[in-house]
């Protein structure tokens, strides 16, 4: 066999190589294989692309959804084209179908509320005394922290910290405005001066810059409960002829399917997404627009709700409380992100996340209606199989 | 404004177009905008895609770590090269780290255990004796059930099934063996066929052929406790010397982060990730290799452990109970997702999941030595801003 | 003030005291108070008590809802009283107004199955390969482990075992029939017979005997989602009269109020217990008849469903997964529990968790329609502060 | 069979009974059993007991462990003695050795935060933007509200809402300041006012006084993030020499089984409960002290944590973010309950709960302790099977 003879110690390291071609041509050599597509696939300068050990790009298809009319906060109404990128036959579709079912239904509204990225460190504070202590001083210097967080950019906002103290652990979480950038290295770099300055001031030693208690990348309660990122709320009523010509079903039985899916049997499986599939249409919007895909975690998190109007039509909504999403920094810095959310038109990180709000009810409301009318097996067999 | 002459009524469907082409150049004039790079990014032929709507494609940046040598359950000793798609800097630097302080310590070994990969459909079952009744019915029938069943693919084994009867709803959850492919798709047509043999049979309705008892992209503690897919295990004793050098700190300062951060942090936090970031590279991974990114969440599920042996080494072990993977089918079919299968040399989804167990691993015990080491915010300034 | 007085050093140790009246009568000096009530709540006689540093007894109000129509999974239908030891006002006259409209309904039906205590130890081993070892050991030696544990108590059955390898630990669940007792004890020394035997035949270390993968006495998902002691099933058409006449609401207010509150409630609350007040019931059930009152924890846990029949009336079920409850042994030794277990007339322990799954439905079902009918508040006022 | 011929129809109804004796004399005849000890331990006036149907009282054995030295928050030093009500052998015993060792280490600082009691109500807001200026509104007309709920109780103290509006919901969690009451029932009513105050400015339904967003009684992640009722700390450093001599294990055993139990174990069972066995002191110290047991729940949620000290000193710490307490109100009026009371010698209903907090230290470090040292069977066999 090949890899037996590949020996830790003989090979080069790649990060040895210069460039990127003469690394993707050692893997070549070495692995006796081609890599022609991950090269003809590098569109973007090296300048532009902030990895390691880079051979080339990975490709994924773009399809687009929409228009979906979405009317925001301030009452601004708007139609969207939503791009997603995705390998799963079936989901553009899908999210169409919703768009236009909510668009014959007069559009979605949608909501949002910004919470903040939050960077959770975790001290090392002797005592339970020592760890009220140490709460009682982050407050009184609070406006002493804001300033130097805020030195480390001029696009971050101290917002408040949390704080809990555990045994001789306390641990905090700082919410900061990081503008239209997701922001995660900005909080880093923030919570890196607080803890210069609490270390100067009080000795304490942080034990982690990231303690869980952020909660990054991992599906929590804490998320949920308290928000992180943005937070975000769609909804639309959907007439009743829309359910039924363009779903295909009624609002009775997506009423039922979304009883006995997304509630009940997210309830026994002990779950924290009380929803269809959120996470599909995030990050089909994600790898799109060049967000974390790490952050598809968060994503999942949240509940649909729905109900059946007086007069028949199906009142659908949704809930997403810890949503992470930049329009600036991180992958949307590469030129084909920012063609996607051009094709979104959306001018700020807000703008950006309402449309996937109103993405995911579509898809959400699609997928439902799919499950009640029996054709998600269908769908999948046409679209999943076979090219259009 | 733009888009508020965007009417939905007036525009054409972008599912009219007859290819991407048209559809892409529709865009651009309706929106006065340029798609170079997407149109550029498309490298496989419309017929290789599977997705609506298509208008080209998007890419991500690929890098590569390792090589990790990596023992498997049947002693065999490979090394493996570790492709990795993301636009967060460092996170190769980082799991590149880890393999050379793993390989220095004589490798991770990595252990699988094939769960199959599961649908939950719901069925109206009018009140608890039904209920029970239609368990048992299914327990007489089950191989009926599994000749069904397996008619449906030539790739797929029907395995068992759990069920839960709640009220008036009967909560199954069928197991498969989908050989080399994820396999969503297929179980869905397998369930859909046993849902027909139980209509006939016995009258009872299915409500939704997908349960939300899947679980299938939500965060549950169903797939933690019974697991889904695979479940991964991987473990490497890193040598102090290996911890001092390579990673900078030692075993105990990594043991103090591991317990603050990754469990009494998840602990107070209501999550289901006792672990660093196993999301981060699982998103990478699945990303470079064709995988269906909103699996990401069932991959951000698990515990990593660590020990301070005796010798002052640092025993460090991970744990994912619920990862959905494929080699073949969905996006693998791609040929730059070929691509990145062949950079790791596996010739079955086993070995994929394996390959990635170890990934993971290095780059669990890489971040934990960074925040153990203080170093996280540097090296996402070096590694996260600038280029290499 | 007296307590700074009181010097740990110089005071005698309870447990130094020959009998419970000394006792007594030290604390009474000591503190300059009188300990009448308790001194004559002590109706038992101190050898059938089993606590340590007995001073004497306490009280507990107990009235007797009922009776309640049930009938078993035999089909066989019989009337049960139900007494209930609480201090809250409302809670026997809800309980008994929900057997009413029960009754008035024809009666519910209940349902249990046995899932068996369980005891979780965890063991040391000392890597993966270790632990998968010791799984498979177990497998192979399971006829044995079941000698071992059958021989500690005559009243104990082995059933089976449940593992998961976590890094250097592997956690083990046995599960065993204890008959007609809760069985804590009797499982524990059982697993020590087990410990003993695996300690000698593969050298193995317990870390633990009890691991919290028992669950014992905490809430857990593990228990929600595999049941621990017995599981509990119960439910009732309740016919739209007595919906009307009884309950003074309608099926659809309850149907309303059970979805916002059971259900949403508690998804968006993280919550385990998907019920209005399961803990209520099972809380004055345990203390009527001598139950472990820790584990009203695991009686927290479950679900509550209805439905709205097409003819109006209400579908009402109930599901607890995890209930603890014994006939025989800890506190159901003492002759005043056996009195109320006299009352129920239960000969096992199934009819007693049986008559406990109606009294929970009746509970919940009379709640539910207080808060549908807005009388809740009424009802406190009325019953909870004045005397019946 | 006997019960074949109660029927309910022609039984008359307990609560027509004109009193305890004629109850307790129907049910005596109608099942042919005696009720001797009910009878004989019914020790208080018929005035005094709040419960419907009343037919006597039950009992529970009384132990009294401690003395433990408690120095509170204002750095005042006490010894309590803790009555404990439970049929479990070895609890007191285990508490009383917990203690002891506490002691000898200088006795426990115990830690409280009054968060409130809360009830959290569900209203019927027909879409987000309703929603939305509902939760504007209660902010807007916060100290109306405040005055209307203080107007339900000079007792009562309003402190604060949070809110989140889900779909057609507004899910609301009014916090209160009960005193030295537990609180349940001035809260419902104080909600009470609320929402009709709510109904006549804004023309809002409330669905349900209690949705579960409150959380009462059932366990939830809301409660362990946010605290609910008052939220404890309690730790001691435990010298080497208390460890060995009274515990008879080292602090590095300790540490292993409470890393191994307490946090792994509870990890991966998805559990709460990150600890021994709070519940069990809980509900006896409830037991006894009159409070409502269904809160034991609550109680079981809650996290311990450990340390080894430099100089070989176990550090030893509990968190419970949310017990429900009372000095006055509820079962705490009955005179048995106020003997308790007086034995620990509490004055409010913030030095109860601190009591509890040290009751518990001892508790779980004590049994931790046992299983370090591999005694809690020999323990359970001794103590919960024999007399003392």
Redesign the interface.
């Known amino acids: 066999?090949?890899?037996?003879f590949?020996?830790?110690n003989l090979?080069m390291?790649?990060?040895d190589f210069k460039n990127t071609k003469s690394?993707r041509k050692y893997?070549e050599n070495q692995?006796a294989?081609?890599?022609?597509?991950?090269k003809?696939?590098?569109?973007?300068s090296?300048?532009?692309?902030?990895?390691?050990?880079?051979?080339?790009?990975?490709?994924?298809?773009?399809?687009?959804?929409?228009?979906?009319?979405i009317q925001n906060?301030k009452l601004e109404?708007?139609?969207?084209?939503i791009?997603?990128?995705?390998?799963?036959?079936?989901?553009?579709?899908s999210v169409?179908r919703g768009c236009k079912a909510i668009?014959q239904s007069g559009g979605t509204?949608v909501?949002l509320e910004k919470i903040g990225t939050t960077r959770?460190p975790?001290y090392e504070t002797k005592?339970?005394?020592k760890g009220?202590w140490f709460l009682n001083w982050l407050k009184k210097n609070e406006n002493l922290i804001k300033q130097i967080a805020e030195k480390t950019s001029s696009h971050l906002k101290y917002l408040k910290f949390e704080g809990?103290?555990?045994?001789?652990?306390t641990?905090i979480r700082f919410y900061f405005d990081t503008k239209d950038a997701m922001g995660m290295?900005m909080v880093?770099?923030a919570?890196?001066a607080i803890n210069k300055l609490i270390k100067e001031k009080t000795g304490i030693n942080?034990?982690?810059?990231?303690?869980?208690?952020c909660?990054?990348?991992?599906?929590?309660?804490?998320?949920?409960?308290?928000g992180r990122g943005v937070s975000l709320?769609a909804?639309a009523?959907i007439k009743k002829e829309a359910v039924k010509e363009i779903l295909k079903t009624s609002a009775q039985e997506i009423f039922?399917?979304w009883?006995?899916?997304?509630?009940?049997?997210?309830?026994?499986?002990?779950?924290?997404?009380?929803?269809?599939?959120?996470?599909?249409i995030?990050?089909?919007f994600?790898?799109?627009t060049?967000q974390?895909?790490?952050h598809?975690?968060e994503g999942?998190?949240g509940?649909t709700?729905?109900?059946i109007e007086n007069n028949g039509d199906l009142?659908f909504?949704i809930?997403l409380p810890s949503l992470m999403i930049g329009l600036i920094g991180?992958?949307t810095?590469?030129?084909?992100?920012q063609?996607?959310i051009?094709?979104i038109?959306a001018k700020n990180k807000e703008e950006l996340a309402i449309v996937l709000g109103g993405a995911i009810l579509a898809g959400e409301l699609s997928l439902l209606a799919s499950?009640?009318e029996?054709s998600?097996?269908k769908a999948?067999?046409k679209?999943?199989?076979?090219?259009?």
């Open positions: 066999m090949f890899f037996l590949l020996s830790t090979i390291t790649l990060k690394r893997l692995l294989i081609e890599l022609e597509d991950i003809k696939a590098l569109i973007h090296e300048k532009e692309i902030t990895i390691e050990n880079l051979i080339g790009e990975t490709t994924l298809p773009l399809g687009v959804a929409g228009p979906i009319k906060s109404i708007r139609n969207y084209y791009p997603l990128a995705t390998t799963e036959g079936a989901l553009v579709a169409n668009n509204k909501f959770g975790v005592n339970l005394e009220f809990k103290v555990i045994g001789h652990y641990f290295n880093t770099f919570t890196e942080c034990f982690a810059i990231s303690s869980n208690y909660v990054d990348k991992k599906p929590s309660w804490l998320n949920f409960i308290f709320w909804e009523v039922k399917v009883l006995a899916k997304n509630i009940i049997g997210s309830s026994i499986s002990g779950s924290l997404g009380f929803n269809a599939h959120f996470s599909n995030v990050a089909a994600f790898a799109a060049g974390d895909l790490a598809v975690v999942s998190i509940i709700t729905t109900k009142y909504s809930y991180g992958g810095k590469l030129s084909i992100k063609e996607a051009k094709i038109g499950l009640a029996g998600l097996a999948h067999k679209l999943g199989r076979t090219n259009k």
